[in-house]
């Protein structure tokens, strides 16, 4: 059955990867599923037809037949419960797996988020300055949590898995900001995801979309 995932028609970030449809991409790489992508504006993404696939009007969204889901989450669990590739057999390995997915999108990822909300919305308050080093700091906390987790280890619980993809995905939204560079363990972590050529497909299929015009 086709596969059909919903991305921007221009992302923000000019193709460097931060939306989130690349780490529903390279997912599909990782367990090579061929898929569809319907690119769409933001005004598309609050209209009916796309709310009924997102009830947030955002992206990305995945279709397959009957199927619509939305949260990158739910998205990435389903590919990894039906094809091999990103959760291990073994059934206690496959649950903490899928904990290490949960610990992105719930642990780890919401100071990150905080972050750039905090420089994009309330950057122009009188009171951002003395904010901030309190929200880098709960980010360094966590940094310092997983750090101490992964060890000398390559991921974070034996083979790759979609533990390693959502939290390496989650991180990748911290390498402008300089604070990954203060962890180098966790660094080459994020640059060990970075280089699977699942992950390289993924990156160039976005960049094909949102490349900025050369000249
Ligand atoms: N929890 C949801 C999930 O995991 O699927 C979050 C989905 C989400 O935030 N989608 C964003 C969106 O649709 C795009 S990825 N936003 C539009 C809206 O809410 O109206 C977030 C994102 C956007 C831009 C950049 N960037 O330019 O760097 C990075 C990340």
Same mark, same amino acid.
């Given at each position: 059955m086709t596969i059909t995932i919903t991305a921007f028609e221009r992302s923000p970030d000019g193709g460097? /990867? @931060?939306?989130?449809d690349t780490r529903v991409r390279w997912a599909l790489e990782e367990v090579g599923q061929p898929y569809k992508v319907r690119l769409v504006s933001f005004e598309a993404m609050k209209e009916p037809a796309h709310l009924a696939l997102h009830p947030f009007g955002q992206i990305p969204t995945y279709e397959e037949g009957d199927l619509a889901l939305f949260e990158t989450g739910a998205i990435i669990f389903h590919i990894a419960n039906h094809h091999a /590739? @990103?959760?291990?057999?073994?059934a206690n390995a496959r649950a903490r797996a899928i904990t290490w997915m949960f610990a992105a999108l719930n642990t780890v990822e919401p100071p990150i988020l905080e972050r750039e909300s905090a420089r994009l919305?309330?950057?122009?308050?009188?009171?951002s300055k003395e904010r901030m080093p309190l929200v880098e700091d709960r980010i360094r906390n966590r940094l310092n949590q997983l750090f101490d987790h992964l060890?000398?280890?390559?991921?974070?619980?034996?083979a790759f898995s979609a533990g390693d993809l959502m939290m390496v995905s989650v991180l990748l939204?911290?390498?402008?900001?300089?604070?990954?560079?203060?962890?180098p363990d966790l660094a080459a972590y994020v640059s060990r995801g970075e280089a699977r050529p699942a992950y390289q497909r993924a990156f160039a299929a976005q960049l094909a979309v949102n490349k900025p015009p050369a000249g």
């Open positions: 460097r /990867g @931060l939306a989130r /590739g @990103l959760l291990p057999d073994d919305l309330e950057g122009d308050k009188p009171w060890g000398d280890a390559d991921w974070l619980d034996g939204r911290l390498k402008s900001s300089g604070i990954l560079d203060e962890f």
